[in-house]
């Protein structure tokens, strides 16, 4: 029986990822901040998942070195023992934002990388690292780039935009259009499950559902799968921006970046991931809401 390391087990997804791998007969064990240097070299697991991390921080407090520490500088050194171990396989938990902070287009992994953050200048690094070393035969690595990933347990931005939903407060944000790829943590699990079975080539794979929804359509969503009549106010996009720049000026909640991130553009292809791997994701992306809405009541 396959023997797996996850670091992070503890966080939203390691719990999720081992519970689910857990279910399909293999055997984990689990490194959290205070036992993950334990893992080294002399490791008898096959595979290392590594989903440890420094998340990307909204309010602004963390600074570069601390990214770099975390993201790129712990993942330097589970590599390296992957490298000196006898385990066939890593997989690194890393992040759209290592390619970009906004897009134009759809994310492919041809995208050449610009990361706008510490937090996705951390994760890239780490990604050019393990790129740049000589992976000796029958080893093989995956880096996962999954965008916003909700589920069960979930606390991030879907869980805020739910509270907020919940609130019977109408969106305000209805008159602004565009299209958002989301990733049910099931189907990452789903995907992982099957890099454990099949080999497929060592790079980077985007990971996201296979449909992207407006945000318009999630607050829609929220609201039905709650009870709840949905709510949406096609507030003037002008008057938006004006009290937003505001915000900026005065460090208040709504600011430009919190509006940025409910109304641009981020769609990420999975193409490459599912054709590879020759799979239908479990979920879809209405599905995977349904299913985190309801772990919410």
């Not at 081992?18 to 279910?23: G, H, Q, V």
Request: with cysteine; glycine share 6%.
């Amino acid at each position: 029986m396959n023997k797996i390391a996850i670091t992070g087990v503890n966080g939203f997804v390691g719990k999720n990822l081992s519970a689910y791998l857990k279910s399909a007969g293999y055997l984990i064990e689990g490194f959290d901040r205070r036992s993950i240097d334990k893992l080294n070299h002399d490791t008898d697991c096959e595979v290392i998942i590594h989903l440890a991390g420094k998340a990307h921080d909204l309010k602004g407090s963390a600074n570069e070195d601390e990214y770099m520490k975390v993201n790129f500088e712990l993942t330097r050194t589970l590599f390296d023992s992957f490298l000196r171990s006898n385990a066939r396989c890593f997989i690194f938990l890393s992040s759209v934002k290592a390619a970009a902070d906004s897009l134009k287009e759809p994310l492919t992994e041809e995208y050449i990388p610009d990361p706008a953050t510490a937090y996705g200048r951390s994760k890239l690094r780490a990604e050019q690292y393990m790129q740049s070393q000589v992976l000796p035969d029958g080893k093989a690595f995956y880096i996962l780039r999954p965008c916003m990933i909700h589920g069960p347990g979930n606390k991030g931005n879907l869980n805020l935009l739910y509270k907020f939903v919940a609130t019977g407060v109408p969106y305000p944000f209805a008159a602004f259009e565009n299209k958002r790829s989301f990733l049910s943590v099931d189907n990452l699990c789903f995907a992982i499950e099957h890099l454990l079975k099949k080999r497929i080539p060592s790079g980077i794979y985007n990971v996201a559902d296979d449909e992207s929804l407006s945000t318009n359509e999630v607050v829609t969503s929220l609201a039905r799968f709650s009870g709840k009549k949905p709510r949406l106010w096609k507030v003037r996009p002008g008057l938006i921006k004006f009290l937003t720049s505001l915000g900026d000026k005065l460090k208040l909640p709504l600011n430009s970046e919190k509006l940025n991130k409910l109304t641009e553009n981020y769609v990420v292809s999975n193409r490459k991931i599912v054709r590879a791997l020759n799979i239908d994701l479990p979920l879809s992306s209405r599905g995977g809401l349904e299913k985190t809405v309801k772990s919410f009541l």
